[in-house]
């Protein structure tokens, strides 16, 4: 295999599975904020739920 060819293998192989593995961390990233939003937004609601029913006490 001369050299011409191994650099099509190898840019081929980073075509290949780079682009799958770039949009999975990206992925990754964007769901991470808005689960961290959602966490901090039910533990916003039981902290409510709960004064409410302090309140009725």
Known sequence: ???AQLITVISTTIGN???PIVLT???L???EKKIDN???TI???KLA???EEDKKK
């Open 1 to 3: 295999m001369d050299q």
């Open 17 to 19: 599975f780079g682009f």
């Open 25 to 27: 961390g990206y992925l």
């Open 29 to 31: 990233l964007r769901f």
């Open 38 to 40: 959602l966490i901090t």
């Open 43 to 45: 533990q916003d609601f």
């Open 49 to 51: 739920l709960l004064g």
